[in-house]
């Protein structure tokens, strides 16, 4: 690609981040760093020196780290499972992992309070079991709710990830190890787990920053005991008003979250050497035979798996059907109403509509940006085109909630004012979801054949028409996939929004959050399955989609 038409090429995008990302997130900061109009760091000096910010930012990362190997614990032997068994379903469970990755975080929490509350279906199903006198488990409101939570959300990532490594292996150098009468043991610990470190290690990292990062599961499930920055920053910004504190609690976790960004993505780029390093000649062989100890455990790993991650989520469509009394629609009938709701600060179906309208006016924002961005990162070879791509990346490395409140506070004056509108919140989520687009789009663009494009500008075509009539058709998969995936994300956004949303822009994650505050399980669980059903669809069609060109880059 020529230099003239790579700095076109990102025109638009650096124009739309400056506008919408970095001038109002510099205005924050600045707030942090400034007092009385000169440089000042008291305000990161007052919240080192606060205990119970201290104890919020230890919280936080014993939080994560704990998730994180949790996840660890629950995906890789899902990913032992998806590469070395074959059973019936195994291809739509590996397509069914990344599911939870997309699936709100608010549903999630939901369906862990009515399965695993004190009068959750876990307890009560135990209660049937053991008897009325058996104690309940006490699993939520408390650290151990959070870590489980997480686990839910994230496991599968590791799963996804691990198993794609653990199949591009070449299965002739443990062969040769066996020949050496090296027992299964000794090889899986000497010979196979170095070659998947990387991976594990890339994806601990992932999951390490999603969960420090994690807002909505630890606002719901954790409460001012256990909070996280994130939670910090909501509760000083929109309850306290302490905007300087606020926003140098932001430049705080802005810091550690770019240095757990560099370490993943130091992580991910020893992946990528090792899948290169890789000479596969034949796919690794499936185990074969009769019962086994281990098949006992894996079996006992699945029926334990179905019940921890299943059971959140038909607690959640159960309760969508349940009434006072007995089975009933009328939760699903209020979806449509127009009536005002206290709990929902506007009615239903309009906040049914405030999501389809967000979600697909930041899909239609975030794709052409995605688009120019993924085909810089593939097609052009500018000096320093590395750190281009980590600027245009940079609000993947920033928590949603400090992107809600750079926005609240940027779109409060000049150039733009859209502080309280729709608007505002479209701008929030096609920020947010733009960098997932590009990570979609790019496997499409780095799989499409260069001679194409080079026959069509033989017979006299121009670039942009060539561009147009010949790549566009060719990568319309992977189109589609970029843009289910930002639908789906823009539809379970509730971090950013909770910042920005006023009475009347209410979404259906924040309409989740707030009839669950309300104890309105019947309406949130309704709410929560429109969500759930969205996600599902999405990704089924993404699943078929990405047979093609098209597919999401993990």
Same mark, same amino acid.
């Given at each position: 690609m020529r230099r003239s038409a790579a700095v076109l090429l990102l025109v638009a995008p650096l124009g739309f981040l400056a506008l919408v990302f970095y001038e109002p997130l510099f205005l924050v900061l600045r707030t942090g760093l400034t007092q009385a109009g000169r440089f000042?760091?008291?305000?990161?000096?007052?919240?080192?020196?606060?205990?119970?910010?201290?104890?919020?930012?230890g919280f936080t990362l014993e939080q994560a780290a704990l998730s994180t190997a949790l996840s660890l614990a629950i995906g890789f032997p899902g990913a032992y499972l998806l590469t070395r068994y074959t059973f019936p379903g195994r291809r739509a469970i590996r397509s069914l992992t990344v599911v939870p990755f997309v699936l709100p975080a608010i549903t999630v929490a939901l369906g862990f309070i009515l399965f695993f509350g004190n009068n959750g279906h876990l307890n009560r199903f135990l209660m049937l079991v053991f008897g009325l006198g058996h104690p309940p488990l006490r699993i939520l409101y408390s650290l151990s709710g959070i870590v489980l939570a997480h686990a839910f959300y994230n496991a599968p990532i590791v799963t996804r990830i691990v198993n794609a490594a653990w199949e591009g292996l070449d299965p002739a150098i443990d062969e040769a190890a066996v020949t050496l009468g090296a027992g299964r043991v000794r090889r899986f610990l000497g010979i196979t787990l170095p070659r998947l470190a990387p991976a594990v290690l890339s994806s601990a990292a992932l999951?390490?920053?999603?969960?420090?990062?994690?807002?909505?599961?630890?606002?719901?499930?954790?409460?001012?005991?256990?909070?996280?920055?994130?939670?910090?920053?909501?509760?000083?910004?929109?309850?306290?008003?302490?905007?300087?504190?606020?926003?140098?609690?932001?430049?705080?976790?802005?810091?550690l979250s770019l240095g757990l960004a560099y370490l993943y993505l130091q992580a991910e780029g020893r992946r990528a050497v090792r899948l290169r390093q890789e000479r596969k000649i034949r796919p690794i062989p499936f185990f074969a035979g009769g019962p086994s100890l281990g098949r006992v455990l894996l079996g006992a790993y699945v029926l334990l798996a179905g019940v921890f991650f299943l059971g959140p989520l038909a607690s959640i469509l159960a309760d969508s059907f349940r009434g006072a009394a007995g089975a009933t629609l009328d939760h699903y009938a209020q979806l449509a109403s127009l009536a005002y709701s206290p709990f929902l600060g506007s009615s239903p179906l309009r906040t049914v509509a405030n999501s389809l309208i967000i979600g697909c006016g930041a899909t239609l924002i975030a794709l052409p940006v995605g688009a120019a961005v993924a085909v810089f990162s593939v097609r052009s070879r500018l000096l320093g085109r590395r750190i281009v791509e980590a600027v245009l990346m940079a609000p993947l490395a920033v928590s949603s909630v400090a992107v809600g409140f750079a926005l609240l506070r940027g779109f409060a004056g000049p150039p733009l004012r859209l502080s309280g509108t729709l608007v505002a919140i479209v701008l929030a989520?096609?920020?947010?979801?733009?960098?997932?687009?590009?990570?979609?789009?790019?496997?499409?663009?780095?799989?499409?054949?260069?001679?194409?494009?080079?026959?069509?500008?033989?017979?006299?075509?121009?670039?942009?028409?060539?561009?147009?009539?010949?790549?566009? &058709?060719? *990568?319309?998969?992977?189109? $589609?996939?970029?843009?289910?995936?930002?639908? /789906?994300?823009?539809? =379970?956004?509730? !971090? @950013?929004?909770?910042?920005?949303?006023? &009475?009347? *822009?209410?979404?259906?994650? $924040?309409?989740?959050?707030?009839?669950?505050? /309300?104890?309105?399980? =019947?309406?949130? !669980? @309704?709410?929560?399955?429109?969500?759930?059903?969205?996600?599902?669809?999405?990704? $089924?069609?993404?699943?078929?989609?990405?047979?093609?060109?098209?597919?999401?880059?993990?």
């Open positions: 000042s760091l008291s305000a990161v000096r007052a919240l080192i020196a606060d205990p119970y910010y201290r104890h919020v930012i999951v390490f920053i999603f969960t420090f990062l994690s807002f909505p599961i630890v606002l719901s499930l954790g409460g001012a005991r256990y909070a996280t920055i994130e939670v910090g920053i909501y509760t000083l910004t929109r309850t306290l008003l302490d905007y300087r504190l606020g926003s140098a609690l932001i430049l705080l976790e802005t810091v989520h096609a920020v947010l979801i733009y960098p997932f687009a590009v990570r979609a789009l790019r496997p499409a663009l780095e799989g499409l054949d260069p001679a194409l494009v080079e026959a069509a500008r033989s017979l006299g075509v121009s670039r942009v028409r060539a561009f147009f009539e010949v790549e566009v &058709p060719l *990568l319309r998969r992977g189109i $589609l996939v970029a843009a289910v995936f930002s639908f /789906a994300l823009s539809m =379970g956004e509730m !971090s @950013a929004t909770i910042m920005l949303a006023r &009475p009347g *822009l209410t979404t259906i994650p $924040l309409a989740v959050y707030g009839l669950l505050s /309300a104890r309105q399980f =019947g309406a949130a !669980s @309704a709410m929560a399955v429109v969500l759930i059903a969205v996600t599902g669809i999405a990704f $089924l069609a993404i699943d078929r989609l990405g047979r093609g060109r098209g597919g999401l880059e993990w």
